[in-house]
């Protein structure tokens, strides 16, 4: 029925219709409005027989009443005229978003709605994103159909990473997390319901898409796993492929819904989907949002060898600790290495694996501790932890880390754990292209996702 | 030798001496001097030979110049003269803290000066913490002698919870965090190499202090397991103590160090004696945390059973396996219960636990839900978790939930993911008495760390 990956109207569209639209900016139809007037460089058409203008634009009274065929129809109606309103605009619209909610979701009446929605859709070959969901947030478009103000939930710059969530909430709340520590992305998807388009089509796409560095996955649930796991496996055979799976255990959910055994046992099928498409499983929210600022900024690691560099000596034992709790390992320094280490520093320090700079570190001193351990064949990631306590540190060094003299393809993962000073200097490590978390147990974990695979971006 | 437990000196000083006082405030002599001159209530005394006035001080060559007998003696000196300063100045000072390093944590000549010292400290019955610390930043008499200034790290508000660590670093980290994040402390004591003054010690004091209600430890290695375990015990028995142990594991370490079994097998010992002493075993500095900001605010749960209140489905169901995982349990809603919700919300919120109030959400809906799920014996605790989207939700709400109307004693935990805005909610939280967490994963921690024990702060 659909050609297969024709989703371009969805990523690429020069001409929208916001059916539904109106003057009201706290009312979904017009953030998304708002939103597009601010970041979308194509051709906006406000739909509603209600007013001849909208935010200053030409409204329609239909989307056929437009005259010409636009790519993309974003629909904020009451679910109850939705499968109508896509009927009736027959192909005048290759692709439609619709945002509303009120279907399967709510309860037998809304599904009735959503099979309506569903052979409107098929019956006039347009292509359809939701219903009940946030839709797409595109940094190389421009297209934010999210209808979150931005007072609330910041959005991300231009960068690498896709995520796509069948959660619109988890969706918006990884993102608003990326925006506020400065990791851009790339595309962002809330399908919701899927009547139509589902995580298969988007990694379709993605795995094709030049813009597209690497993918996050949010799942609660997949129907057809064969599909996914074919889409999934020519995606993460070019780029790396992430995805949390909620909903996994026995207590919460089946204990809810009184279907213990099933979906307790179901874990396991994903489980094992995930390792047959090569996409690195995640467990939960922090996972995901590791996942995504680790993969968002660099690079797999080559093996598990990981260095530590720190200013905190407590804190190295910790990381050394996490580390091999999460299966990497931290090879001690070799000899040479370690002669000329205590050659340079002075006898205070720790030299080791953690090597420990103690509060007298300074900016140079991490950069030149980090090349001479990551120069040769000795470690395939560094752990950097910087507390910034020492007086002579200062807001040079991620830059001066970033430079990586001798180790291009090495990922350099930043932990800086502490209060407001130690926060605000994530976003110096990020600008740099260094991932940076707030605790030694993030780092870790972003030591691990990278281990997992071998990616170059 | 020493009289047990006389630490007041050190907690309830009415006179301290600087030693080693410079007007120069980069100098740690000097960022201590400008802290006790803001905070410190009683008479401050530099003792310097060199000076005639510090900081519009009179100053003096000697602590026995001072001419009558001060509480505590805070030495900054190189530690080549530490030795002899505490042996010169006698009975002069009833404590010292020495902040200076260079003992035995840099080899045989500072092991021997570190000897030198415990002689001095035995020979004059002067007691000592330290070398090779911080000391002490305590909330309840204005004493801080932690040397990195407060554009770096900022100092917590009074609160009840009291910290004891070896490292100063970690306690350096986890004090900023903590007051970045509204949460206060009693006291903090960083005991460096502690030639007297060791865990067992404070352990003594803390116990019966009354301005503490909840101890954490950060522990690199205990000399006298059983001492530690009886006052641990005893500390335990009135209020709970919890700790982390770094330096676990068989790789970082002992990889460093090249004597992995013995480091390996010792954490065994370790978690037997918390468990004997009834201590809460914490893995690593993110647990550290959470627990100390669970503590900080709250009490014991009577058990492990979590009710799940959000605004965002995908928060909810992670929470649920993240439980799970924890070994926490998320009994389905008592049917009279979930009657009531269904008549008194709108059909599409999700009713169970979770309980999903969706982007509808407003303050009181999840107020109502609070109390109707709280009141009764159906659960022992709850998880909150307010994704900031729904426009209806505002500053209000964490002071609704604070009311607990029904049921004073069970903990409410908050969980705020999410970028700038939600970040800033996580103080508000805090501010109304219930601990509030970034991630999801953060919360179950804290849930889970509040089910062991039963302690009523």
Request: hydrophobic letters at 40%; a neutral charge.
């Amino acid at each position: 029925m659909h050609k297969k990956n024709n989703l371009s109207a969805f990523f690429s569209p020069s001409s929208i219709a916001v059916v539904g639209a109106s003057e009201a900016t706290g009312k979904i139809s017009g953030v998304i409005l708002e939103s597009l007037r601010n970041s979308f460089r194509g051709a906006i058409y406000p739909v509603n027989p209600r007013y001849n203008e909208v935010m200053g634009l030409k409204c329609y009274p239909s989307i056929e009443a437009i005259g010409s065929p636009i790519d993309l129809a974003v629909y904020a109606l009451p679910a109850g005229a939705v499968p109508e309103a896509v009927f009736n605009a027959g192909g005048s619209a290759k692709g439609a978003v619709v945002v509303s909610g009120g279907f399967a979701e709510t309860g037998p009446k809304g599904a009735a709605l959503e099979k309506a929605l569903k052979e409107a859709a098929r019956s006039t070959a347009t292509r359809v994103i939701g219903p009940n969901c946030m839709g797409i947030y595109d940094t190389v478009s421009g297209l934010d159909t999210f209808f979150i103000p931005r007072e609330r939930v910041q959005r991300p710059g231009r960068g690498g990473l896709s995520i796509i969530s069948q959660s619109g909430s988890f969706a918006v709340t990884a993102m608003d997390e990326l925006a506020t520590d400065g990791i851009g992305v790339a595309r962002v998807v809330s399908y919701g319901n899927k009547v139509d388009v589902d995580e298969a089509d988007c990694l379709d796409f993605l795995a094709e898409d030049p813009e597209t560095k690497a993918v996050a996955i949010y799942i609660e649930s997949i129907e057809n796993g064969r599909r996914f796991i074919e889409a999934a496996s020519r995606c993460s055979a070019v780029k790396p492929v992430m995805a949390v799976k909620v909903g996994k255990g026995a207590s919460g959910i089946s204990a809810a819904r009184s279907h213990t055994g099933a979906i307790a046992g179901r874990y396991e099928i994903y489980r094992a989907a995930f390792k047959k498409a090569g996409i690195i499983e995640l467990n939960g929210y922090e996972d995901f949002l590791v996942a995504c600022k680790a993969f968002g900024l660099t690079s797999s690691a080559a093996g598990k060898r990981v260095m530590i560099i720190t200013d905190g000596g407590g804190m190295g034992v910790n990381i050394a600790d996490a580390c091999e709790q999460m299966g990497l390992s931290v090879p001690g320094l070799p000899e040479e290495v370690e002669e000329e280490l205590r050659a340079a520093f002075p006898s205070y320090y720790g030299v080791g694996n953690p090597l420990d700079l103690t509060g007298s570190a300074t900016d140079e001193s991490f950069a030149f501790a980090l090349s001479k351990t990551m120069s040769g064949d000795f470690y395939d990631m560094v752990i950097v932890a910087a507390l910034w306590g020492p007086p002579a540190l200062t807001d040079k060094l991620p830059g001066m880390l970033a430079q990586k003299p001798g180790f291009t393809e090495k990922p350099i993962i930043a932990c800086t754990p502490g209060g407001a000073y130690s926060r605000d200097r994530i976003r110096l490590f990020h600008e740099a292209g260094l991932p940076a978390f707030s605790t030694p147990e993030a780092a870790v974990r972003a030591a691990s996702v990278l281990s997992k695979g071998r990616w170059r971006l």
